[in-house]
């Protein structure tokens, strides 16, 4: 039987639980799905790693998708390499972007669990609203891309120079998450690098 000294016990008990820290929360959920994208990971394994139930989950953040937003736009301003200050810094063109491969390279091998450029592997995603979702982050990534390029090369060549940009990024993304070095990709970062160098090459003037 329950005395009324247990039944206070017990009441003080839950009143010095902690709350639950919702940021926290989307940090777990953010490296959970960095290391296994969003289709794999379900309100179960979610749940385990947050330590609640189902029910706290949605009332803290609505749902598996909305929890999934917060924890990418936390990656993209917390964890995602400043593509503004790469693009920024001193060189030709052709250095600065084949120091932007090197550095994603590095970047995106830097932990052995958390490979690879989150949005882009979210970008592949199975659920339309996730993908798309992650791609409005990439194309905000592609124009500034494309308005660097766009101060350098002439104008016939801004689409396919960029268009090679994003692929290699994606490249070095997806060969990050397959699990090969950060030497293999640094090398590749720089032999890919080497088209620059004729990409953005003046006309001569008759």
């Not at 929890?67 to 990418?72: D, G, Q, S, V």
């Not at 091998?109 to 982050?137: H, I, W, Y």
């Not at 070095?172 to 690098?193: D, F, P, R, T």
Request: some cysteine; aromatic content about 8%; overall charge neutral.
């Amino acid at each position: 039987m329950m005395t009324t000294k247990s039944l206070d016990t017990n009441r003080l008990i839950r009143r010095r639980r902690p709350a639950f820290d919702r940021e926290e929360g989307v940090r777990i959920a953010q490296d959970l799905f960095h290391a296994r994208g969003y289709d794999a990971v379900s309100v179960a394994d979610l749940t385990k790693a947050l330590g609640i139930v189902p029910p706290s989950l949605y009332a803290a953040y609505g749902s598996k998708l909305s929890l999934f937003e917060r924890a990418l736009t936390n990656y993209v301003s917390t964890s995602a390499l400043p593509l503004d200050t790469l693009l920024a810094s001193e060189g030709t063109p052709a250095q600065v972007l084949t120091n932007l491969f090197v550095a994603v390279a590095r970047h995106y091998t830097q932990d052995p669990v958390l490979r690879g450029c989150m949005v882009s592997e979210a970008m592949r995603s199975d659920d339309k609203e996730a993908a798309a979702f992650a791609n409005s982050f990439a194309d905000k990534a592609i124009e500034e891309i494309r308005a660097y390029v766009a101060k350098h090369a002439s104008a016939e060549k801004v689409d396919s120079i960029t268009d090679y940009v994003v692929l290699t990024l994606r490249g070095l993304s997806s060969y990050a998450c397959l699990g090969n070095s950060q030497e293999k990709l640094v090398g590749c970062s720089i032999l890919a690098g080497r088209v620059f160098e004729s990409e953005f090459e003046l006309p001569r003037v008759v």
